[in-house]
């Protein structure tokens, strides 16, 4: 009898054992999740911004070789144009991230209250930088 109560006593303490794991990992797991969500919407919210820009810049340079091809600038000032329209979208893409206004964006993302207006309001600042190189002097 005693050979028999020994190993149902280890059996019992062992399932007892993984059950508070089990409670421990869930709990661990709805954390993660949660944690996923908040790192996804975030991520969701910077290629918005990121493909604005990236648009934006994108229309600028086909303008400069417009403007190139027009014989309105030389081959020098489209190139530096060019460039310039290139450095001013890395650092917008660098700045963004540190503006007080994307953190309340970032808190709205995670809250599923942020439209595609605040988006588009919040990146105009940027977007209006790298547009600048086209305005005729």
Do not use: Q, W
Request: charged share 40%.
């Amino acid at each position: 009898m005693k050979r028999i109560l020994l190993p149902i006593f280890l059996i019992s303490i062992f399932l007892v054992a993984c059950s508070g794991n089990t409670e421990e990992e869930t709990t661990s797991k709805k954390e993660d999740t949660a944690e996923s969500e908040k790192e996804s919407k975030v991520s969701d919210l910077n290629s918005k911004v990121e493909r604005l820009l990236h648009e934006t810049r994108m229309t600028e340079i086909e303008v400069n070789g417009n403007l190139y091809n027009d014989d309105v600038r030389t081959k020098e000032e489209m190139k530096k144009t060019s460039t310039a329209i290139f450095d001013e979208t890395e650092k917008a893409e660098k700045d963004y991230k540190k503006d007080d206004e994307y953190k309340k964006l970032k808190k709205l993302a995670n809250e599923d209250d942020l439209t595609d207006k605040e988006i588009i309001d919040f990146t105009e600042k940027y977007l209006n930088k790298i547009r600048t190189f086209n305005i005729p002097n």
